[in-house]
């Protein structure tokens, strides 16, 4: 089975937006359970340590000269799945991911699609469907003009609002 998010990577020349919504993903993910157990990333290790085989698509993609923004909007305080997120977070900055965080009440008054979603080049969009609990149980393609529009703008607010990872500290 392919996988649509790497396939849309491979296929960008320009740009990619993540927006993400959820304050919980994937509660059995192996690499979250061993973080709520202690295990932490060192950014002073050898990036081996650290280093997830996604991230050598993210360092190919911007590379390339591909433009990669990824904006989480988080409730705050935070769960502990967000702090998992912001605390494995860095490797993706160094691999050239911009990321910004908005709280959830700065983003009150925007807009936004119902879902969490990948946007490539500004001309297809890949929404992602979860579960209650926050496993995916599907995805769709779209490349209306309007859905392209209301993600564009939604996101544009988002990031425009959001904080960049070095700078923002999550509430706990």
């Given amino acids: 089975m392919t996988n649509p998010v790497l396939e849309g990577l491979a296929k960008a020349r320009r740009s990619v937006v993540h927006l993400e919504m959820r304050d919980a993903y994937q509660p059995n993910d192996p690499e979250f359970i061993e973080w709520q157990n202690g295990k932490r990333l060192d950014p002073a290790a050898d990036r081996s340590e650290w ?38 977070t860095f490797p993706n900055v160094a691999a050239g991911e911009l990321v910004r965080w908005l709280p959830r009440r700065k983003a009150a008054d925007i807009p936004l699609p119902g879902t969490d979603l990948w946007m490539f080049d500004g ?40 904080t960049s990872h070095e700078g923002y500290k999550p509430v706990q």
Avoid: N
């Fill in 51 to 88: 280093w997830r085989p996604f991230l050598d698509v993210v360092t190919e993609v911007t590379a390339r000269g591909v433009v990669m923004r990824r904006a989480r909007i988080v409730s705050e305080p935070v769960t502990d799945y967000i702090r998992y997120e912001y605390d494995v």
């Fill in 123 to 162: 001309e297809s969009v890949l929404f992602t469907y979860f579960s209650g609990v926050g496993e995916v149980v599907d995805r769709e393609w779209r490349t209306e003009p309007e859905i392209i529009q209301l993600v564009s703008s939604a996101f544009e607010l988002v990031w425009d609002r959001a």
